[in-house]
């Protein structure tokens, strides 16, 4: 492990906690978050299941759609949780009514591996998993008033990760200004600090950092007239000033972009059901077969994307690939193929354009042109 370079480690970390854990080929929907926690909190250490919330939404049941088509269980049941007289179980309003709440679900399922002192709070359950060999490969970060909090949930437990609870703005589509911004990341590192594990470094206890949360999911570039950043790729970034030097507290400006990586970040975000939905994908699904769809010219320096070459390294992982290049990259050629909705597990796609269209080889494609897809997937798009 340590010859691995460290985003090599950090997958293997959290692949191996998925492997070890048995999985019960059913999908269980829940009709509310009462019930969703209390079905997750029900997981053993010799079995888990999906858990996604059926609301009655098209959204939702789109969603289950996907996974469960992906999943193939032998069985899809309906199970809710409900309060003697039938009524459904409530869950407290938000605050730290909540939070403790869901940090007991998270207890419950892991006391399991230590039955006679079950850890009393989150400082003890992550004494227990490092003692057990299962240190947490990261953390998720909350706020029990977002609705995406079923997400924080299912990770926290399925990836063995303690959750920093925080608050901060609202609105995914909306940007940070970099002082708001540099409050976000100094709340995720105050309470990763805490939380007692290294962090500052790549290579420790802490490389990644999960933000469940409908926040803004881009930020403002400090000094940058109309520059956008991805919250994900800042957040996870030592706050440096411009000679390098580690910021001080209570940031004015936010070079944050500039900074050394001491972890990976990722954003679920949605309502409940939504959030739930991509929770379990990412617990319970891996790709079984590839799309590649490479827009681009051979010549360098675009050759250095080359889908066929990339094609070749998934089929030696085990992947069916398909793959769409010279000279099947033009416009009619990714309408026919994804006429009627794409059904891989890993898609990638090279392409250059603007923010409302993409170009081929020949020919142009409209943000009306993204696929439908008919499972969950993984999505990447080289857009220059």
């Known amino acids: ?21 048995p999985v019960a080929p059913v999908v269980v929907l829940v ?22 919330i059926d609301d009655g939404s098209a959204a939702a049941r789109e969603d289950i759609g996907r996974f469960v088509r992906a999943f193939a269980p032998e069985r899809v049941v309906r199970w809710a949780a409900r309060e003697a007289g039938g009524t459904p179980a409530p869950l407290p309003g938000d605050g730290p009514a909540r939070q403790a709440m869901i940090e007991a679900a998270v207890r419950k399922v892991w006391a399991q591996v230590s039955p006679v002192s079950p850890p009393k709070d989150q400082a003890g359950q992550i004494e227990a998993w490092v003692k057990t060999g299962v240190p947490p490969p990261g953390v998720v970060v909350a706020d029990d008033a977002d609705p995406a909090w079923p997400a924080a949930l299912a990770l926290s437990v399925g990836r063995a990760q303690p959750i920093v609870w925080i608050k901060t703005d609202r609105g995914v589509s909306g940007a940070y200004e970099p002082l708001r911004f540099g409050h976000l990341a100094e709340a995720v590192e105050a309470g990763t600090e805490k939380l007692g594990l290294t962090w500052r470094g790549l290579g420790d206890q802490v490389d990644a950092v999960t933000l469940c949360l409908n926040s803004p999911s881009k930020v403002k570039a400090s000094g940058s007239a109309g520059e956008v950043l991805a919250t994900t790729d800042l957040v996870g970034r030592l706050a440096k000033e411009a000679g390098g030097t580690p910021a001080p507290q209570g940031l004015q400006s936010n070079p944050r972009e500039l900074g050394e990586r001491w972890a990976w970040a990722g954003q679920v975000f949605g309502d409940g059901p939504r959030s739930a939905y991509m929770a379990m994908c990412a617990l319970f699904l891996s790709p079984r077969s590839a799309w590649v769809f490479d827009g681009y010219e051979s010549a360098d320096p675009w050759g250095q994307f080359d889908g066929t070459a990339a094609g070749e390294h998934l089929r030696k992982a085990g992947l069916e690939v398909v793959v769409e290049d010279e000279p099947r990259q033009g416009e009619r050629q990714w309408r026919v193929q994804t006429a009627g909705g794409l059904g891989a597990g890993l898609v990638l796609v090279n392409t250059h354009g603007m923010g409302d269209q993409f170009n081929l080889r020949p020919g142009v494609c409209r943000s009306g042109d993204v696929p439908m897809l008919r499972v969950p997937a993984a999505v990447h798009f080289v857009h220059s």
């Open 31 to 52: 009709p509310d978050e009462g019930s969703y926690l209390r079905a997750v909190e029900g997981w053993t250490l010799k079995s888990r299941y999906p858990v996604l």
């Open 1 to 21: 492990m340590e010859d691995l370079p460290p985003q090599v480690r950090l997958g293997v970390r959290a692949e191996g906690v998925r492997r070890a854990w």
